[in-house]
């Protein structure tokens, strides 16, 4: 079987204690390893709000594992998740082969000015209304 | 939300964003409404192609709770 790159992003309740979050993402760990899936990166968000109510809870704990894996495999993982009660919501992603892995940090702070060269546009389409005008 | 122009470029072919990745809420903030519906292309801009993607990516991101379904976004707490 040849291997494809996934991305799995797990929810912890956030009414766990610390050393149970531990306990579940070494479980997480586990569950992919046991798939003969490779982590080549992780990334722990930490507590985050929701956007909006889930089950009555506001936040959870986000911890995102980068592997290499199988579609099989993955259905296994994914069984497991499900049974695992401390796991609050999951999802896995197929990414790219050339997908560039970014930090929490950097997606907050990235800007996007999607329509920079058009108000400048409109400005330059301004100015000789203006001109016009004053004659 | 700038008006409708014709034969304008996609903004995301534009930036030369490849993946659209949905943890990238900075990026899916851009083509949401206040009120957290999904832009409709005519008023963005984006390509089709680009515009399912983006879909694609705001509703993953709204199952992991980063973006809301409806209603303002809510202010973030410490």
Known sequence: MSKRKYELMVIIKPDMTQKQTEGELKKVREFISSQQGEIFHEDLWGMRAFAYKMKKYDSGYYAIFYFNGDPQGNREIERSLRLENGIFRFLTVSLPDDYEIKTLDEFESAEYDIYADERSDSKAKAEPKAKKAAK | ?78
């Open chain 2, 1 to 78: 939300m700038p008006k409708n122009k014709y034969n304008r470029a996609c903004p995301i072919t534009k930036m030369d964003i490849k993946h659209i990745d949905y943890k990238n809420i900075q990026l899916l903030l851009k083509f949401i409404s206040r009120h957290g519906k999904i832009v409709p292309k005519y008023y963005s801009g984006v390509s089709l192609v680009n515009q399912k993607k983006l879909a694609v990516a705001i509703k993953r991101a709204r199952q992991m709770g980063l973006l809301p379904y409806t209603s303002k976004p809510r202010r973030k707490r410490a």
